[in-house]
């Protein structure tokens, strides 16, 4: 687990221990309040680099810990198709179709035995990619394989 994760769990223990108290209100108003907060000052950082050195902002996006909260307060610099073609970008055989309200979607175009494999792997890169996408949805098209019964064409029977 990685430290941003490790940190996440901690925050969702802690608030659901103040949710289930007497200040549940106060204390998600407060988390609320600090949301905003930094949002708006990392949407000037943003802003600011953007203006600045628009390469920089794409090596700071691809930080795992900035590109976290970059992506929790919608300031990624690069749109959700864009993040996803780029996670998939090194799987074989993975065709992007696009995203459609919140649903990514995938063609396999082999199938066969690692087709189920290459299939989690495609949802765990698209998911990590664009954690606002709710699903992914997978087809495939992999060529058929037809087996008949008796001799190729053209083999003859010894008699």
């Not at 223990?13 to 549940?24: C, H, K, N, V």
């Not at 749109?79 to 063609?107: K, N, S, W």
Request: hydrophobic fraction near 45%; proline fraction near 4%.
């Amino acid at each position: 687990m990685t430290g941003v994760d490790a940190t996440g769990d901690r925050v969702e223990q802690l608030l659901a221990t103040l949710r289930s108290g007497d200040d549940r209100e106060t204390a998600e108003e407060l988390v609320r309040e600090l949301m905003d907060l930094y949002g708006t000052g990392l949407a000037r950082v943003v802003a600011i680099v953007r203006e600045h050195d628009a390469q920089l902002l794409g090596r700071l996006a691809a930080d795992e810990l900035v590109r976290s909260l970059l992506l929790l307060h919608d300031l990624h610099p690069d749109d959700v198709d864009t993040r996803i073609r780029r996670a998939l970008a090194g799987l074989p055989d993975v065709e992007f179709l696009g995203t459609d309200g919140g649903v990514a979607r995938l063609r396999l175009t082999a199938g066969g035995c690692g087709s189920a494999a290459q299939a989690r792997i495609a949802e765990q890169a698209v998911l990590a990619a664009a954690p606002e996408v709710t699903s992914v949805e997978i087809t495939t098209t992999g060529a058929l394989l037809q087996i008949g019964v008796g001799p190729p064409p053209g083999w003859g029977v010894a008699s």
